[in-house]
């Protein structure tokens, strides 16, 4: 679903591990290249990206950017990815090729965070074809608990076919308003149904949060004191 706050989830969560010592590579696989940008960089300007690892004329490893926040690295994306949706049909293994291409360089990370699409195409089935896990952003209002079902339900047929051991990791409650009684419906709904997966920590609505992007910096640097 889009506008729940993957890409800043993928962003602030890898800026929050790598400040606390951990290697982070952030995996930019939407064509919009939000978190690309949301780190400083400018994705008109690149002239390789994700798209090039993906129809395989670069590897991860000469892609790879380093960012202004120390322990996080970046695989940048760019406008151009929009046309590995289409190309991909077309390619022998084309559910796992992130997959193949990211294997040399994990070991030197503790975490690999994708970035995927507000869409259920190719792009975002190779990231789930890849991922050891999932993590859900979920909005507090009524249209994302429809996308939620839909997701699901592509995470059981990508375990069925492609990638068995992957698990959901958590669901994440994002953009809460306490003031709104709606906000706080979704919460009980989300806790009661997944009582077990759902974080505990809720994510609030923030300015801070939306303006941090267009300064190129995650929360760390932009707002730490944000609540």
Request: net charge neutral; glycine share 6%.
């Amino acid at each position: 679903k889009g506008g729940v706050g993957k890409t800043t989830t993928a962003v602030n969560l890898g800026a929050y591990l790598a400040s606390a010592g951990k290697r982070i590579l952030l995996v930019d696989t939407d064509p919009q290249a939000n978190a690309t940008s949301s780190l400083g960089v400018d994705k008109n300007a690149l002239g390789r990206s994700i798209y090039d690892m993906l129809i395989g004329v670069e590897t991860a490893a000469s892609l790879i950017m380093v960012t202004s926040c120390p322990s996080l690295d970046l695989l940048p994306s760019s406008p151009a990815l929009a046309g590995a949706e289409v190309e991909l049909v077309e390619m022998a293994g084309r559910e796992v090729r992130l997959r193949h291409a990211l294997e040399p360089i994990r070991p030197r990370y503790d975490y690999v965070l994708i970035d995927t699409p507000p869409s259920l195409g190719m792009l975002t089935v190779n990231a789930l074809t890849a991922a050891d896990g999932v993590l859900i952003p979920i909005q507090c209002e009524y249209l994302p608990l429809e996308g939620l079902t839909q997701l699901l339900r592509t995470i059981d047929l990508v375990r069925q076919s492609l990638n068995p051991s992957l698990i959901i990791r958590g669901l994440i409650l994002t953009m809460f308003d306490a003031r709104t009684n709606l906000s706080r419906q979704v919460v009980e709904e989300i806790r009661q149904h997944f009582p077990s997966t759902a974080f505990r920590v809720v994510i609030p609505r923030s300015v801070k949060i939306s303006e941090a992007p267009s300064y190129g910096e995650p929360l760390t640097r932009f707002a730490p004191d944000s609540s």
